[in-house]
């Protein structure tokens, strides 16, 4: 079977260089691996207050950006997960097959409700993992590509759909998640110990930054004490943090690009990554610019909802079907 390949982002905020690295940058390469649904995580988006003028524009913006990283329509699917009804009705259905001790385990939502006061903590943010199992088993997606933070959502869904299978029998694909050796989690440039996220917004560095603000972001980045450019995330968080997205952009080892910076001082070396990632971005933003103008996306999100429609439509049947209920 051809590989059935998943991957979404939530529209909360502006695009990081993290979500780059993590979901657009590999995209022209995954595009020839299998069969692509790429998709807006706009219902995910809802687990934290976000105005509706902001979701709407950050969804436009995320689409936009799919594009410009070389989604070609023709051959992936784009689409938005609220165009998509059978995955809430698939979450209807998962929710009785996940459990509250394994829900309050997940990192993610014991980071994201930790400054919250318990009565504003919404129901959706703590059951996060079963509408996001309910979108890769929608797709019999074998193949998940996220970030390190992401790992934890897809291993749970791996145990929900072993539950449902011993369960029911096989009906369920099991899904792996793919993450970067190099790039798994970008950190913050400001504070190299905490992940650079669009959400809570701190050292990032935004797709839609100007490149001289990205440059400026770069050259005044937190780095370490010492003057030797070295992968030493331990000791030197910084200066691997910079040396990790420079590998990542150039689609080179963390030793290959060490070693280009064997007698480098921090100054220059910091140059070299800001010409990196200049280099990447300006391209990237003016066909983003193209893709706004022309609102190209319209049409591609409009079909792209057609064809994930049909494809998850099946596999809601199959597991409404499974399960007991009549249906048509
Ligand atoms: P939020 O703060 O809203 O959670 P986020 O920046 O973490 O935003 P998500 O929409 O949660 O972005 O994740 C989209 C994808 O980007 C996921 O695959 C996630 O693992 C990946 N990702 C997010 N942040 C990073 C990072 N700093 N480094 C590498 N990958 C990342
Ligand atoms: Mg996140």
């Known amino acids: 079977m051809a590989n059935r390949i998943l991957t979404g982002i939530k529209p909360t905020g502006q695009l990081t260089l993290g979500n780059y690295i993590a979901v657009l940058k590999n995209l022209p390469k995954?595009?020839?691996?299998?069969?692509?649904?790429?998709?807006?995580?706009?219902?995910?988006?809802?687990?934290?207050?976000?105005?509706?003028?902001?979701?709407?524009?950050?969804?436009?913006?995320?689409?936009?950006?799919?594009?410009?990283?070389?989604?070609?329509?023709?051959?992936?699917t784009l689409f938005l997960q609220s165009d998509v009804s059978a995955h809430a009705e698939l979450n209807a259905i998962m929710q009785n097959y996940l459990y509250m001790g394994e829900l309050s385990r997940m990192t993610q939502f014991k980071d994201k409700s930790a400054k919250m006061k318990e009565s504003a903590i919404g129901l959706g943010l703590f059951a996060y993992p079963v509408l996001m199992a309910s979108d890769i088993i929608l797709y019999d997606a074998n193949v998940v590509p996220v970030g390190e933070d992401q790992i934890q959502h897809v291993e749970l869904t791996r145990d929900l759909v072993n539950r449902f299978n011993n369960r029911y029998g096989d009906v369920l694909v099991i899904p792996k998640y793919e993450v970067r050796k190099v790039g798994a989690r970008i950190m913050s440039l400001s504070d190299p110990t905490v992940k650079m996220s669009k959400s809570d917004p701190k050292g990032d560095i935004f797709l839609k930054d100007d490149l001289a603000v990205i440059r400026k972001k770069i050259m005044s980045a937190v780095t370490d004490s010492g003057s030797e450019v070295k992968f030493d995330p331990e000791n030197k968080p910084g200066i691997s943090n910079l040396l990790t997205i420079y590998a990542c952009l150039k689609d080179m080892s963390i030793e290959d690009a060490e070693k280009q910076f064997v007698n480098s001082r921090y100054g220059d070396f910091k140059k070299a990554v800001a010409d990196a990632v200049v280099e990447e971005l300006e391209p990237f933003q003016n066909r983003y610019k193209q893709i706004i103008e022309t609102k190209a996306y319209e049409q591609v999100l409009k079909e792209g909802a057609e064809k994930a429609s049909k494809v998850a439509n099946v596999t809601l049947k199959r597991v409404q079907k499974a399960i007991g209920l009549l249906g048509k």
């Open 30 to 76: 995954l595009m020839n691996q299998g069969d692509l649904f790429y998709f807006i995580a706009d219902l995910h988006a809802l687990t934290l207050p976000i105005e509706p003028n902001v979701l709407r524009q950050n969804s436009i913006d995320l689409a936009a950006f799919y594009l410009a990283a070389g989604l070609d329509p023709k051959k992936a």
